[in-house]
């Protein structure tokens, strides 16, 4: 650290340089006592010293909520998102997935969690007007390996999932080139992937998106019930980097996760106890979490032309800016897409017709 | 009383040079010039200097009577949280100059209280508010602008229900989203090292802007629960903080509110929910208020309080922002806030 950056006087650099003190954030945690005994400076030195750091640690002045709405501010832009590529699904999220924060995507196996995944990772390649970011995504995989087949599917399908995009461009957008994809098949090696790979690609522009899917196979497989502390202290240190990243490159970070089943000592023991899961890796977790999304996989099932689906469910189940809610949707050969009101209107291959009585995205 | 010249905030070789020229106490430095000392103690006339006005400055500490100090509460009002259960158990809102901290496990609705806060910090003062302006530290990326702008239609809105005076229909005229916007400034602080730099500049920061009346940090945990490494090293700065909050609360007047994630705690076999960061941060916060869910409706308690008793009360959070959960009932319209206030400190008024 170059002292002499700092706007103080020569005397209490030099004290400074003498005390060994390498950084203002080493100035910055320690204590006014601390600092007059280590340096040797008076109380009213040892202000303008902590006064000096402080400017220098802060990299930017408070903003007010107002410049932060008109776009006046690049680095906190809090009212972009990154829309699904489903306009049902996009009214729930209120334009899509915040880009400063980290969501989380749970939801038991076959709920469809990675079928989001993989959508997000083709809308995120769609220019800004188009609920998109202009850029790639790296997908993490922790447990099965990529579904690259289903992805090719979806990328050839992608013109009658996205109707609202005039069809050049979309033949424009090379998108496998823009999926990175990494394997991690330990926490040492989901560590490297996010701090090195993760953060390379995302200064480089190439990707505004990152997904792990999941964070849960790694936690629940490398530590045993008793290591809750070291399991806790792991989980702290990946959510930190995936905040970290989020926040630094204003991109949105998709965690997927499993869901634990929970068992209630219930007074009421007639309730059926199959529908408590809740999301793996408990409060510790939960705490790190912007945006929590559950997937629920339900009874029914909807059919349009050749092609039958499971209903499912994707509901909001907290986040600052969004009200608990949820809308079913199903899985079809181009993605997922919401399904309004399936008893009374089991719609048929006519989507056009769907989509006018579908509300228009908010924001944009 | 005398005071010690070693218990000065001053340099310990400045300390020691006078102590040894023969100044043990603050008084044996009245009635000096700097010169004199410097000659005296063979010290520089800079350290002399310092060292008279540090000795002068202890003098400057006032008593203060339990009344004044009563008048001065009552002169700062309270922030009212729209919640008029919540308001009438702490006794008219969230207390100016006092540390208030939100504990709560996720989705419960910190975040959505701390907004709605920093919209009803500007409500006008014809309508008994405070007409204030927030600083809003955000560790967690929660903060939302766009959910902000949903709490300050909606609190527009219900003023301009209640305007009934022309002079609350010319507040109305400044009482915007655009304003209440204006008003909310907004600082990311990324771990808590940028916090901590952060509160070192809030006196500069309010200095310049003597209507600020809130200080929002949501949340405290959130930063420090990564320093897990150095569990004495995170005790030591969240003493420090919770002091310097304590501080700017009381010299500033400002309202401060602070969040907590919750945490597991076992009591023998038993596993209690508990706010974290442990107890030492605990005294911090002068209220501590607690939310959580039972069954499918929201509480919130207060846990900890020196001047209220413990309460529970049921809130809900709508649209419009946080609110009393029977208000689907009631329109907000038939639901005049500033009776509600003005009921909160006759009350009070009554009361003492």
């Known amino acids: 650290m170059n002292w002499d950056q700092l706007q103080l006087k020569p005397r209490i650099i030099s004290a400074i340089q003498r005390a060994h003190l390498k950084s203002v954030r080493e100035v910055l945690v320690l204590s006014e006592p601390d600092l007059q005994k280590m340096t040797g400076l008076s109380g009213p030195d040892v202000q303008e010293l902590l006064h000096a750091a402080a400017t220098a640690c802060r990299t930017h002045q408070p903003i007010t909520a107002l410049q932060l709405q008109r776009g006046e501010c690049r680095r906190l832009e809090s009212g972009l998102r990154l829309g699904t590529g489903c306009p049902v699904l996009d009214q729930l999220l209120r334009g899509g997935l915040p880009v ?12 469809g969690k990675t079928q989001l995944g993989l959508q997000l990772c083709l809308s995120v390649q769609y220019p800004v007007e188009h609920g998109g970011l202009s850029a790639g995504a790296l997908y993490v995989c922790t447990e099965d390996p990529f579904p690259i087949r289903r992805l090719q599917q979806l990328i050839s399908e992608q013109t009658s999932l996205r109707s609202d995009v005039p069809p050049s461009l979309i033949g424009r957008l090379r998108f496998s080139d823009n999926i990175y994809v990494e394997h991690a098949a330990d926490l040492d090696s989901l560590q490297v992937c996010l701090s090195r790979r993760a953060a390379l690609l995302l200064a480089q522009g190439r990707v505004r998106l990152v997904v792990v899917d999941s964070v849960a196979a790694l936690f629940r497989c490398e530590f045993r019930p008793d290591d809750w502390l070291e399991r806790n202290k792991q989980l702290l240190t990946v959510s930190s980097m995936v905040h970290h990243l989020s926040h630094e490159f204003t991109a949105p970070v998709l965690c997927i996760n499993q869901v634990t089943d929970v068992f209630h000592q219930s007074e009421s023991s007639s309730s059926s106890p199959s529908s408590s899961v809740s999301p793996a890796l408990g409060l510790a977790w939960a705490n790190q979490v912007t945006v929590r999304l559950m997937m629920r996989r339900l009874q029914a099932t909807v059919s349009r032309g050749d092609q039958s689906s499971a209903l499912r469910r994707l509901e909001v189940v907290f986040a600052p800016h969004l009200a608990r809610g949820g809308r079913d949707l199903a899985v079809w050969r181009e993605g997922l897409r919401g399904v309004l009101d399936p008893v009374l209107a089991p719609f048929g291959p006519d989507v056009a017709q769907q989509e006018m009585v579908l509300p228009l995205r908010l924001n944009r | 009383m005398k005071r010690p010249v070693s218990s000065l905030s001053l340099g310990s070789s400045l300390k020691g040079k006078l102590v040894r020229a023969g100044f043990q106490f603050t008084t044996d430095l009245q009635d000096l010039n700097p010169e004199h000392l410097s000659a005296e103690a063979g010290v520089s006339q800079q350290e002399a200097l310092e060292a008279l006005q540090a000795a002068s400055s202890g003098h400057g500490v006032a008593p203060v009577t339990a009344l004044e100090l009563l008048q001065k509460e009552e002169e700062f009002r309270s922030i009212v949280t729209f919640c008029s259960q919540l308001d009438e158990a702490l006794g008219g ?14 989705g419960v609705g910190k975040t959505q209280l701390c907004l709605q806060l920093a919209v009803d910090v500007q409500v006008p003062a014809v309508f008994g508010g405070l007409g204030g302006q927030v600083l809003f530290v955000d560790t967690e990326g929660g903060f939302q602008v766009q959910r902000l702008v949903d709490l300050a239609g909606a609190a527009v809105r219900h003023c301009s229900l209640l305007a009934e005076d022309e002079e609350q229909r010319v507040a109305m005229t400044t009482f915007t989203v655009e304003t209440i916007l204006s008003n909310v400034f907004l600082v990311r602080c990324r771990d808590y090292v940028e916090l901590l ?37 995170r005790t030591r700065l969240l003493q420090g903080l919770g002091l310097r909050l304590i501080a700017a609360a009381t010299s500033h007047n400002i309202a401060v509110v602070t969040t907590n994630h919750m945490t597991t705690r076992l009591h023998g076999s038993q596993a209690q929910l508990a706010p974290a960061l442990g107890d030492v941060w605990g005294h911090a916060p002068s209220i501590r208020l607690l939310l959580r869910w039972e069954e499918s409706r929201r509480l919130a308690s207060i846990v900890k309080s020196p001047g209220h008793m413990d309460a529970s009360v049921q809130y809900q959070i709508t649209y419009q922002g946080f609110r009393d959960a029977d208000q689907s009932e009631r329109p907000p319209s038939k639901r005049p806030r500033s009776q509600t206030d003005q009921s909160a400190s006759s009350r009070k008024n009554t009361g003492t």
């Open chain 1, 100 to 111: 400063g924060g980290v969501t989380e995507l749970a939801g038991e196996s076959g709920a």
């Open chain 2, 93 to 106: 809102g969230v207390p100016v100059g006092k540390v208030t901290e939100i504990c709560g496990a996720p």
């Open chain 2, 197 to 233: 730099a952060e509160l070192h500049l809030l006196a500069d920061f309010l200095s310049n802007r003597p209507r600020l009346r809130l200080l929002v940090i949501d949340s405290v945990a959130f930063p420090f629960l990564r320093l897990h490494d150095d569990l004495s090293q």
